[in-house]
């Protein structure tokens, strides 16, 4: 027979003592929930009914800067329409002297700083609208926001940027000129320009190049929240053009850059390839030529560079000021003596540089004057006057005439830095442009 284990369920409608017990307790801590949320709920109305704020938030000021203030803060955005200086600034926000004096002789607010035209800025005006400003906070610079704090006291804040640093490494073809190719490109950063004709200065001339010529560049540039805001570093250029190809290296500290050549040898020449920066040569030196203004078959001792009126000139080399003076033939004009052996005039200028004396020294790139059209003269230009040993020459057969310096060498860290950034522009290949 088998046997079966027979499970009885009991039942009874009388409650326990200890499960008794976990009801009232249960109850007792239910009870006390419900006041507080009950207490929670007549606090959260009477902070509404009275305006006053519950909690503080986070709004975003500026470029991502975290700044807290409460949620019925009054908040303006907007943009600087034209440049404008700090204290003219704060005077449009009724800012009175001993707050602003306050606030500008702070270190983080630079002496005579004048916010430009496009900076980003927010204004804080507490919980009326109409009321005084309390904070101001700008873009100083492209690393940094300062926020100005005129209420309840003035107190100035700096508040850091991140700024990434991305290596860029482009090939293009010139389409119209070598300036329209850089700023068309919707890759370059167009603080590229100064820099790249800085490096190339030595030995290529820029306004020359043409259609169909072609370039590589490798360089550091900045970018703040990824979009570019400059270069840090010019690392490998390229020009090639037809039967030549030019390349030069960046080296040094980013914030006193050196270029030199395949070598290490320093691209410096004795002289400057133009007295004006983007000039173009618009009269050659010509035993022969007839004068533009007076129609006579005359010598034209000099080199033009066509620029526009008011550009700096600069000295093409170190020397010491001989001449500054002023006729109806050559307008204003100076002269410098370099080394005793050459002797240089820039003639025709507008108006001449500060501190430009007679005998006064000079470094090569100093201005000694602005571009004119002073004298017999059709247009604003300078012309240039070369000299070697009082001889009247063709500055063009002379300007690359190098000075002895010594590189940094064909070993050791140039060397494999240099064959590294070789390896990458022969890499890069151009887009395919039809001309």
């Not at 606090?43 to 975003?60: D, F, I, L, W």
């Not at 002797?343 to 005998?359: A, Q, V």
């Not at 004057?369 to 063009?396: A, I, N, Q």
Request: glycine share 10%.
């Amino acid at each position: 027979m088998s046997s079966r284990r027979k499970i009885s369920i009991h039942s009874s409608s009388a409650t326990s003592p200890r499960r008794g017990f976990r009801i009232r307790v249960t109850g007792l801590v239910l009870l006390g929930v419900g006041v507080v949320i009950a207490g929670w709920l007549l606090v959260r109305a009477a902070g509404s009914a009275t305006g006053q704020p519950e909690a503080e938030v986070e709004q975003q000021a500026g470029d991502g800067a975290q700044v807290k203030s409460p949620p019925q803060t009054a908040i303006s955005d907007g943009v600087i329409r034209q440049d404008v200086a700090l204290p003219e600034l704060l005077a449009k926000f009724n800012i009175g002297p001993e707050v602003s004096a306050t606030l500008l002789a702070h270190p983080a607010v630079p002496p005579d700083l004048t916010v430009r035209s496009g900076t980003l800025y927010r204004v804080e005006y507490g919980t009326d609208p109409g009321g005084p400003a309390r904070v101001l906070t700008f873009e100083r610079d492209d690393t940094t926001l300062l926020s100005l704090r005129f209420q309840p006291y003035a107190h100035v804040t700096a508040i850091p940027r991140e700024v990434t640093v991305h290596e860029v490494r482009y090939a293009g073809i010139i389409t119209e000129n070598f300036w329209v190719s850089i700023l068309e490109s919707d890759r370059l950063h167009h603080t590229l320009l100064p820099v790249v004709e800085e490096a190339l200065k030595w030995t290529v001339d820029l306004f020359h190049l043409r259609p169909g010529d072609r370039y590589k560049l490798i360089y550091d540039e900045e970018r703040r929240d990824g979009r570019p805001i400059g270069v840090k570093a010019l690392k490998a250029v390229e020009i090639e053009t037809p039967g030549q190809a030019y390349r030069v290296f960046g080296i040094g500290a980013a914030d006193a850059p050196a270029y030199v050549d395949y070598y290490g040898g320093t691209l410096r020449r004795q002289f400057l390839r133009a007295p004006v920066k983007f000039g173009i040569v618009s009269s050659r030196f010509n035993p022969q030529r007839r004068h533009p203004v007076t129609g006579e078959i005359r010598p034209h001792g000099g080199t033009d560079f066509a620029a526009p009126e008011g550009a700096p000139i600069y000295a093409l080399a170190s020397g010491r000021i001989t001449r500054r003076a002023e006729d109806p033939n050559n307008g204003k004009y100076v002269e410098l003596s370099h080394d005793g052996r050459f002797r240089t005039m820039y003639l025709h200028m507008s108006s001449f540089g500060p501190g430009t004396e007679i005998g006064t020294p000079l470094q090569q790139g100093d201005v000694i004057g602005f571009v004119g059209s002073t004298g017999l003269s059709t247009g604003p230009h300078v012309c240039l006057r070369f000299r070697d040993r009082g001889v009247e020459k063709d500055f063009l057969q002379y300007r690359d005439e190098a000075v002895i310096a010594s590189g940094v060498g064909v070993t050791g860290h140039f060397t494999d830095r240099r064959d590294s950034l070789l390896d990458i522009l022969d890499s890069l290949e151009y887009e395919e442009i039809i001309f």
